[in-house]
């Protein structure tokens, strides 16, 4: 393609998995810089907790897709790039590829319909477990705001669309798992902008928590609307997802193990992460919570817009492992890890020195967290998405290893939280991370991903992750000693 005109730039970006993914995370940066700061000049600081914590439960219900979601995509990509189930059931197993289209395509129409059944059992368990354990963490944030039944009504519509939106997972799987990314972001990206904008007006006309949740939620359906019509019109309509009732043996062996031991996993870390703004908000001042939740909402928006390079391109990676075609994919995966380091860095250094700032100028009711915090904070994270892109590597093989290691880490968290918080205070919450990051989750998939493709660690990383490491050190250095 020449790109030297102007308007093969633009089709290049409509058509980039990798920038159309950034369009769809940039929505969220969008409502970090509009419809953020009209919250808090326009709600109360006991309401500006509870919509944050009502975005928890939203992150924690897409967490209880238990794993299926990357199963499910991953595994159609293997079968579409030729992989039978046998092998995939089966990893290190050497089985012949399948040649046919036809038989590949039925395959697939075979782990959607089973997939479709699993994600709606999902949903159910989804509709209760938050209901329940959701309904009794936030009983004390909601009865600090002025109006309790708007927000407990607010409440129940976030409960049953984040349930819903369990279930509309499916249509996400199939569009990533056929490598059309650049269409279901590029869609993500342009709902996004008219929900922050429908979002920002009700905030403008001086609308309340209720009215706030009802324009999000009602955009999170219309998307899960929209992401069923593309499925059925992508790669000449050959989209199929019925209801199996009983799901054949072989597609349960390639999807049932990796699916609970990567979902098991994630609810051990990443839901024990999100689940701590709850545990919090059982006794810390209203002032104190949404400073924290502010912080943790920053930090996880600049995580996954970072991620983009590199998740991205999983589709890409599965067909290269498929193929058997090692040397491409470790060359594209380092590429993808490092850009995304760089975009992590510049993301957690610029909101450490912009955030403080920006909560003056628009009068918010309570301060940002210390530099310290936000620096031990980073680090943490970090640390973390190094051992996430290299799981993620080592999982191509279908050897699904989550559970042992975000198990484990997030027994530590807990733990580490529990025997700091008395010396430490909210500063447990980043020195906990930081440490079940750095001594189990990101040591133990550094192992199993160099060992898997033979890579030599340091010459890896010194391309990877050496010079985004000193560049984020010196950045929150910097920070700190302006900051203290």
């Not at 998995?17 to 769809?24: L, N, R, Y």
């Not at 293997?78 to 290190?92: D, H, K, R, S, V």
């Not at 620096?375 to 050897?399: D, T, W």
Request: aromatic residues 12%; proline residues 4%.
């Amino acid at each position: 393609m020449n790109l030297n005109r102007p308007t093969a730039w633009l089709r290049f970006a409509w058509h980039s998995p990798t920038i159309t993914t950034w369009a769809s995370f940039a929505g969220r940066f969008l409502s970090l810089l509009l419809v953020l700061p009209l919250a808090l000049h326009h709600l109360t600081v006991a309401e500006v907790a509870v919509w944050q914590l009502f975005s928890n439960v939203i992150l924690l219900g897409a967490i209880l897709d238990l794993g299926l979601s990357p199963t499910l995509s991953r595994v159609i990509s293997l079968t579409l790039g030729g992989a039978q189930l046998a092998a995939i059931a089966q990893p290190g197993k050497s089985v012949a590829s399948e040649p046919d289209q036809n038989t590949r395509w039925a395959t697939v129409h075979e782990l959607l319909q089973a997939g479709r059944t699993m994600y709606a059992g999902l949903a159910i368990c989804a509709l209760m477990l938050l209901g329940s354990a959701g309904s009794l963490a936030l009983n004390v944030p909601i009865s600090a705001v002025a109006n309790p039944a708007d927000a407990w009504l607010a409440w129940s519509i976030v409960l049953v669309t984040a349930a819903i939106g369990v279930w509309g997972n499916v249509y996400t799987s199939y569009l990533l798992g056929v490598d059309r990314v650049a269409v279901l972001r590029r869609w993500e990206a342009l709902a996004s902008i008219a929900q922050i904008l429908t979002a920002a007006l009700v905030l403008t006309l001086n609308g309340s928590l209720l009215d706030l949740v009802i324009a999000n939620q009602v955009w999170m359906m219309a998307g899960l609307v929209r992401n069923a019509w593309l499925c059925r019109i992508v790669i000449a309509g050959r989209f199929r997802a019925g209801w199996m009732i009983r799901i054949p043996t072989m597609v349960l062996r390639a999807t049932w193990p990796p699916m609970w031991r990567s979902g098991g996993g994630v609810m051990a870390s990443l839901g024990v992460v999100y689940a701590s703004g709850f545990i919090y908000a059982q006794w810390a001042s209203g002032a104190d919570l949404a400073a924290f939740l502010l912080a943790q909402r920053i930090m996880m928006t600049v995580s996954q817009f970072s991620q983009a390079p590199f998740y991205s391109k999983l589709p890409t990676f599965a067909r290269l492992y498929a193929t058997n075609d090692r040397a491409a994919l470790l060359r594209q995966a380092q590429r993808a890890m490092r850009l995304s380091y760089w975009i992590f860095v510049v993301g957690v250094v610029s909101s450490g020195v912009l955030m403080p700032i920006a909560l003056q100028f628009i009068g918010a009711k309570f301060d940002f967290v210390s530099a310290l915090f936000w620096g031990v904070y980073a680090v943490a994270v970090f640390i973390e998405r190094i051992g996430a892109m290299h799981m993620q590597l080592f999982s191509l093989s279908n050897r699904i290893l989550w559970h042992v290691a975000n198990g484990a880490t997030g027994s530590m968290f807990l733990v580490l939280m529990v025997v700091l918080y008395p010396s430490a205070g909210t500063l447990a919450f980043p020195a906990a991370m930081l440490i079940a990051y750095a001594a189990i989750y990101t040591a133990f998939s550094l192992h199993y991903s160099y060992r898997h493709y033979a890579i030599k660690g340091l010459q890896f990383e010194r391309y990877a992750s050496f010079k985004p490491a000193l560049a984020l050190t010196f950045g929150l250095g910097l920070h700190f000693f302006f900051h203290r």
